[in-house]
């Protein structure tokens, strides 16, 4: 610029990025999707970090709501069924620098990636994990999900899901190392926004249960506490996630609810009848393993060289 | 029951004589119920034997059962040990000089024709003094069915030697069996002493003081009660050429860390694992990290991650592992993501046969992805080349951003052998991610329209934002489900194979360059193949063979090689049907998996020999099947 080089840091300040860095193609969800409140909401939480688009990695597996890399003007990976975790694990892995997104269905993460989630909770990488919960597949078209509430109609249970639908939260608090547990309605836009931003914050696997709409395929799954939020539980707490007055005006349930106190989370959390809303668990002190896989990246050439000449020494003839 | 083979002869000269013998090369088994510490025996002295100059191969023989019973057949383990004074590919055929420990282990070396007439025993005789009368009987009677059978067995108090010097001759017997072998095979004492002190030297003075004493102890034992005392020259005589000495894991984790490689993510699986575990012994210091993944998907999954993320890295595993990356290693392909698999191959299918070897994932690492999932496949055949090939492996994947798969399999993972040490260069460790701006007027895959090479942004490079997906893709990685874009990105990936097929040559042929029948091999089988041609070849007979190491892009110039030999037969490690079975005939037959696939590339008539007795092939049935087969020509 003007013939200068211009200094990094100066470069930095002068980038300031609009909604508009961070939006990608245009989405293709159904008209009233819940996706597209998650996505305004992600574009917000990054415009407001200022984060370098092209330091941010957004990762997924395939359903609906794994097309959200390819509406993000960053980096993305969209990967295969439910397998976004280890794909954004290994991005982690040696990449500390980078800023990791994920975002996967219910299907894609509680089903047929069950092991990678479990695994994927206790390794608690630095990254945000975004579940979009809508109780149902839909890019598929109607079969049942391990979140379906039993009796819902689908096209693999037409007669009724025949099993009690899954916890993820009680099972998500079982694993060890896990560190952030939230649960948000994808209709509260500054909940949504306040969730995923602390989520983000958190250093660790910041885990958000996004309780998803699908006006097309499993309307029934969120209609219920959408037009009665009294029968969800809003956790206010001090550590927990911030709200204005205006949001807790909504939840006529609330609870003071401590999200270091791992019994009280399994308390809040096994109440199917009434999901509890805000931050469930929190430990700030769980192991980070990128900081172990990351290990070593500063060793030089010549420092690597020597290592494995003594290496080949240990074989020498 | 013994058998030994019919060709057998010993090649044990009879004692009696105090100047060692001078011999070429000797093949030793050390036998012993496992946890008796066989296995450590061998290869401190198949290292001691490297180190001193001679050729070397050794072989693990592993128990049939987890935790077999003492004294029992499926409870044979040890170690076999070629050494020679010229270079060793291969385990050889029967052995000549045996040691164990119990005389019930040997039953299942002889079942599996491990042994001829004239081989020599050197058998613990503790047992026949056992207070159980069974113990007692059964010994006695082992031995004499072993003498009629034409083994040349010793009987030796070694137990009882072992127990001056310590309270648990089962912990202590494989270093006094090392003393032994040290003598009679005229071992430097200085070498022998300073192997101990490294193989022991985790465990501290003590411990390698007590090893040395009973070192010493066999040697003086051998010295006063063996009379067999042999030379075996070295041949290499250049010392100024340093050598290393590894088994074939080792070799693929010193690969790894030569190639710059920083992440292995593993699950772990036999022979594959001992790979992962050496890599995790020393990756630290140069820097790298194991991954140890809660299963193979999530294992190449981690990998593929790594490598978008511009740190290219490397999953092992073995077969059933292989299975369960597929749809990843289509996703790799698909994505254009560079990546290295190795394949340790065990007996398959399903479970199979976990610790021993098979060549039998050729087809499925080449076809294994569902759609059209073009990779580069590499098949090592030695164990230098398990180390260099990884090497090979990383460059060609980022070069054609491309998933590469290493077969090797368990022979080679197991097998020890000397060969020359790498000269490494800095240049070969991955240069700093490339965090530079991208142009973005260039597309993510802005695919070469000849080579269907394109350079790939890496994460944290500004304006080379682009989506990764496994769907159909533009240049720019837009999802595009229309024809002509599916048509034109399958031609680009095919051709990225098709460009590098032309940067190779047509592989050597070993012998002469036309004749009567051509073998065709590839993956540990070379030794074995490449002696029995020798063999063959030294007899006048028109045969050569050749060795394939692309498998995927399939080596140039074959059928014009293939036409000039009258026949061409691959063998295997794998099953095919045998044309001899009554029910088998051209039209049901199943052939062995290298020859389908050259019949369907080159549309000659190749023929195949395969078998899958889990073991690798000895160079004496090789001489056997290839003679039989130049005799019908003949006819
Ligand atoms: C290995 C594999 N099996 C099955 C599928 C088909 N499939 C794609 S998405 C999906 C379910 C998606 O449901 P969910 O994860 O809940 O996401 P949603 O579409 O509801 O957002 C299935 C079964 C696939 N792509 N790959
Ligand atoms: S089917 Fe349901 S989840 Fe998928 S885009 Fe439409 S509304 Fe959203």
Redo the contacts between chains.
């Keep these: 610029m003007f013939g200068l080089k211009a200094d990094w840091s100066l470069e930095v300040f002068e980038r300031y990025f609009t909604l508009g860095d961070y939006a990608?193609?245009e989405a293709r969800w159904c008209p009233g999707c819940g996706d597209l409140a998650v996505l305004n909401t992600m574009h917000r939480v990054l415009r407001d970090a200022q984060m370098?688009?092209?330091?941010s990695?957004?990762?997924s597996g395939i359903g609906c709501s794994s097309r959200l890399?390819?509406y993000v003007?960053?980096?993305?990976?969209?990967?295969?069924h439910g397998?976004a975790?280890?794909?954004?694990?290994?991005?982690?892995?040696?990449?500390p620098?980078?800023d990791v997104w994920v975002g996967t269905g219910d299907g894609d993460c509680f089903s047929i990636g069950a092991?990678?989630w479990?695994?994927s909770m206790r390794y608690n990488m630095d990254m945000v994990v975004l579940i979009f919960d809508n109780g149902i597949y839909g890019l598929t078209k109607k079969q049942t999900s391990p979140t379906t509430p039993t009796g819902a109609s689908t096209n693999t249970h037409p007669v009724g899901a025949p099993l009690p639908p899954m916890n993820p939260l009680t099972v998500t608090l079982g694993i060890s190392n896990v560190s952030f547990i939230a649960q948000v309605p994808d209709w509260n836009p500054p909940l949504l926004y306040e969730t995923i931003k602390a989520a983000h914050q958190h250093k660790g696997t910041g885990f958000v249960r996004i309780l998803q709409r699908c006006p097309v395929f499993s309307p029934d799954f969120c209609k219920p506490y959408q037009e009665n939020p009294e029968r969800m539980l809003l956790l206010t707490h001090e550590d927990g996630i911030p709200m204005d007055p205006g949001v807790k005006r909504v939840f006529s349930e609330q609870r003071e609810h401590d999200p270091h106190d791992w019994l009280a989370a399994m308390d809040v959390a096994r109440d199917l009848s009434r999901p509890p809303i805000g931050l469930i668990y929190l430990d700030t002190d769980a192991p980070v393993y990128s900081e172990?896989?990351?290990?070593?990246?500063?060793?030089t050439?010549?420092?690597?060289?020597a290592?494995?000449?003594?290496?080949?020494d240990?074989?020498?003839? | 029951m013994i058998t030994p083979t019919e060709t057998g002869t010993s090649n044990v000269i009879d004692g009696g004589f105090s100047q060692p013998v001078q011999i070429s090369e000797h093949i030793i088994e050390v036998v012993s119920d496992s946890g008796e510490g066989a296995q450590k025996c061998g290869q401190t002295f198949g290292s001691i034997s490297g180190k001193m100059g001679n050729g070397v191969w050794t072989v693990e023989i592993i128990p049939a059962e987890i935790q077999p019973p003492a004294r029992s057949p499926a409870g044979a383990s040890g170690i076999r040990v070629r050494l020679g004074s010229s270079y060793i590919t291969n385990m050889g055929n029967e052995a000549d000089l045996v040691v164990a420990f119990n005389e019930q282990v040997l039953y299942s070396r002889i079942a599996n024709g491990a042994y001829k007439k004239g081989t020599v025993v050197l058998l613990e005789n503790k047992w026949a003094n056992d207070p159980q009368v069974e113990i007692r009987n059964a010994y006695s009677a082992a031995v004499s069915e072993f003498r009629k059978n034409g083994l040349i067995v010793h009987e030796l108090a070694m137990e009882e030697a072992c127990l001056k010097l310590t309270q648990n001759p089962r912990k202590g017997k494989n270093m006094f069996a090392l003393g032994m072998l040290a003598r009679i095979y005229s071992r430097e004492l200085d070498k022998c002493l300073a192997e101990i002190t490294q193989t022991f030297s985790r465990k501290g003075e003590k411990v390698i003081k007590s090893n040395q004493e009973l070192f010493n102890a066999g040697f003086e034992f051998a010295s006063e009660e063996i009379e067999y005392h042999y030379r075996i020259e070295p041949y290499t005589t250049d010392q100024s050429k340093p050598a290393i000495i590894t088994n074939g894991n080792q070799a693929v984790g010193l690969g790894v860390m030569a190639a710059g490689m920083e992440l292995v993510s593993m699950y772990p699986i036999t022979p594959a694992t001992s790979a992962s575990h050496y890599v995790a012994e020393v990756f630290q210091n140069v820097g790298g990290f194991v991954h140890q993944a809660e299963d193979e998907i999530a294992a190449i999954g981690f990998a593929i991650g790594a490598s978008y993320a511009g740190k290219t890295a490397c999953t092992i595993t073995s077969g059933p592992g292989l299975a369960l990356k597929t749809e990843m290693i289509g996703l790799a392909v698909m994505a254009e993501v560079p990546l290295v698999i190795v394949d340790v191959q065990r007996g398959g299918p399903a479970t199979g046969l976990p610790t021993k070897v098979e060549q039998a994932d050729l087809l499925s690492a080449l076809y294994g992805a569902p759609g059209d999932a073009p990779k580069v496949v590499l098949a090592a055949s030695t164990i230098e080349e398990c180390l260099h090939f990884v090497i090979l492996s990383r460059k060609l994947a980022e070069a054609f951003r491309i998933p590469v798969i290493l077969l090797t399999d368990a022979n080679l993972a197991t097998g020890v052998q000397p060969y020359p040490r790498p000269e490494v260069k800095e240049e070969w460790f991955t240069s700093p991610v490339d965090q530079s701006a991208w142009d973005e007027n260039i597309p993510a895959y802005n695919w070469d329209e000849e080579s269907g090479l394109s350079p790939r942004p890496i994460p944290g490079q500004r304006n080379g934002e682009y989506v990764l997906t496994g769907l159909s893709h533009t240049e720019r990685s837009k999802v595009a489900y229309d024809s002509d874009t599916n048509q034109v990105t399958h031609r680009m990936r095919s051709r990225k194979l098709a460009a590098l097929l032309k940067t190779l040559n047509p592989p050597e042929v070993h012998g002469d360059d036309e004749g009567d029948l051509l073998i065709v091999g590839w993956g540990s089988t070379l030794g074995a193949i490449e002696e029995a041609i020798d063999q063959l070849r030294e007899e006048g007979q028109r045969v050569s063979s050749l060795h394939l190491r692309f498998l995927s892009p399939l080596e140039p110039g074959l059928t014009e090689i293939f036409s000039r030999f009258k026949k061409v037969m691959t063998v295997e490690i794998n099953y095919s049907d045998n044309l001899d079975d009554p029910l088998i005939d051209e039209e049901n037959r199943r052939y062995a998996q290298l020859a389908m696939v050259l019949r369907a590339k080159t549309l000659v008539d190749v023929d195949c020999w395969s078998v899958v007795y889990g073991h690798p092939l000895q160079p004496g049935m090789l001489y056997r099947v290839i003679s039989k087969n130049l005799q019908n020509l003949q006819n």
Excluded: C, W
Aim: net charge positive.
């Design positions: 990608g193609g370098l688009p092209e330091k990695v957004v990762v890399p390819h003007g960053t980096y993305g990976l969209h990967g295969l397998r975790l280890p794909l954004a694990n290994g991005v982690k892995a040696r990449r620098d980078l092991g990678a479990i695994h172990q896989s990351a290990h070593g990246m500063d060793i050439d010549g420092e690597k060289l290592a494995l000449n003594a290496a080949l240990r074989f020498a003839v």
